[in-house]
């Protein structure tokens, strides 16, 4: 009876969703683990494989060849194809090669993540997911703050990952539950709306006095900005930026000293670049890594200058590196593998070319979200925006949780903004 009913078994399983669960453990695990979210990915593709063959899929991709917002996923296969080609050019070994390459593979993901949740109903519950996710974390960060005798992690109020990461997601969240709560108190669910309110001020002073990332404290502004536009046009713009240039800054600064020794040892550094010693506070900490960041970008800006067109090639970045730190002292010795700034993590590989196609798939993926009304579209908006600003000091397409989030983040949401674009065709 057993042989007989388990291939039944077998046969009654919905590959599609199968393929939804497993997006759904990514998403949950993204702000957690990079083994358990890189296994679960793995997962997750395999799934895809008998999607991929369903006759629902390819009727669904004969629609979408018609939207045009199938450049969402275009740009993306573009931009991996010409880091395959940089390989062929790159005058380092090939296993450097690869290296560089292996940055470049998420991207593909994009595509497979918009076709499949153009025919899923289950998007919602993944974004979902993922604020319920953050929020667990963001109750173990505030008990380690609280109890620092039941810290774990990097350092107090970091439970997992780091702390780059977990100001990112935190952000991202805090602006999705103050959406959640206006929608809340419009229909006149006020309980509803001030516990989410309440959520989002959970997530912001975090970010601003447990764990906060410099990045973040950037892209924030600019955050606010677009929020305020999406809820309230023009006059919410103006509130906004008036909020974020006067009296935000002014409260966080005289309320945090961990951010002012963090912003201090930056304009220090700026000021009076030098090598000093190992940190020991906010303020020198933050000094070091800004000279890093300096000297980071100092010397991406030659080795663009030196192959403007098509660059060094794939996985070129380490060794131009630690030429240029020969005989060099300070800051000016590190070698990295990382200029810290995406824009130039393309071109130095793979020069204006590839930037041209960079900035492309990022316009591309803003027009998708745009495109989508609603809560969807709004988060989408605001997680491309943040990973365009954060991309001015970080390679976060290239990072393991920021490039994740940000491909799952633009699939999904795309896959609901293709399905909402593809009804009147399937009509016709």
């Not at 998420?106 to 918009?114: A, C, D, G, S």
């Not at 961990?258 to 090598?275: F, N, S």
Request: hydrophobic share 55%.
């Amino acid at each position: 009876m057993f042989p007989i009913s388990f291939p039944r078994a077998i046969k009654r399983i919905d590959a599609e969703q199968v393929a939804d669960a497993l997006a759904m453990a990514v998403v949950i695990s993204l702000p957690w683990s990079t083994s358990v979210t890189a296994s679960l990915i793995g997962l997750w593709l395999l799934s895809t494989l008998p999607f991929l063959r369903s006759p629902r899929l390819q009727k669904s991709l004969s629609v979408l060849r018609y939207a045009r917002t199938t450049l969402a996923g275009i740009f993306p296969l573009l931009l991996w194809s010409i880091a395959v080609l940089g390989m062929l050019w790159a005058d380092v070994s090939w296993l450097e090669r690869l290296r560089g390459l292996a940055g470049f593979h998420k991207l593909l993901v994009i595509p497979l993540l918009l076709v499949q949740f153009s025919r899923s109903a289950q998007a919602h519950y993944l974004l979902v997911a993922f604020l319920f996710s953050c929020t667990v974390l963001l109750i173990f960060s505030w008990a380690s703050v609280l109890w620092p005798a039941t810290a774990w992690g990097p350092h107090p109020g970091v439970p997992a990952r780091d702390y780059i990461a977990q100001s990112g997601e935190f952000v991202l969240c805090a602006f999705g539950s103050l959406h959640i709560a206006l929608n809340a108190l419009k229909v006149r669910r006020h309980l509803t709306g001030l516990a989410f309110a309440g959520l989002a001020l959970a997530f912001l002073i975090n970010v601003f006095y447990v764990a906060p990332s410099r990045t973040q404290l950037v892209a924030f502004p600019f955050l606010l900005v677009v929020f305020g536009i999406q809820r309230f046009g023009l006059r919410g713009a103006v509130f906004a930026a008036l909020a974020t240039g006067t009296i935000l800054p002014s409260l966080v600064w005289f309320t945090s000293p961990y951010l002012r020794g963090r912003v201090i040892g930056v304009v220090e550094a700026i000021h009076h670049p030098q090598a000093g010693d190992p940190p020991v506070s906010a303020a020198n900490e933050s000094r070091i890594s800004a000279e890093h960041h300096l000297s980071f970008l100092k010397k991406s800006v030659q080795f663009i200058e030196e192959a403007p067109l098509i660059g060094h090639g794939t996985g070129s970045i380490t060794e131009l590196y630690r030429q240029s730190a020969i005989g060099k002292t300070g800051a000016d010795a590190i070698v990295s593998t990382n200029p810290h700034n995406q824009t130039f993590a393309v071109a130095i590989q793979l020069g204006v070319l590839g930037v041209i196609v960079l900035y492309a798939m990022w316009i591309s993926h803003a027009r998708l979200m745009l495109s989508l009304p609603g809560l969807e579209g709004w988060v989408g908006s605001l997680l491309v925006i943040q990973n365009i600003i954060s991309s001015l000091f970080n390679s976060h397409l290239f990072d393991f949780t920021q490039g994740w989030t940000y491909v799952f983040g633009v699939g999904i949401i795309g896959g609901v903004a293709l399905q909402r674009i593809s009804i009147p065709i399937r009509r016709n």
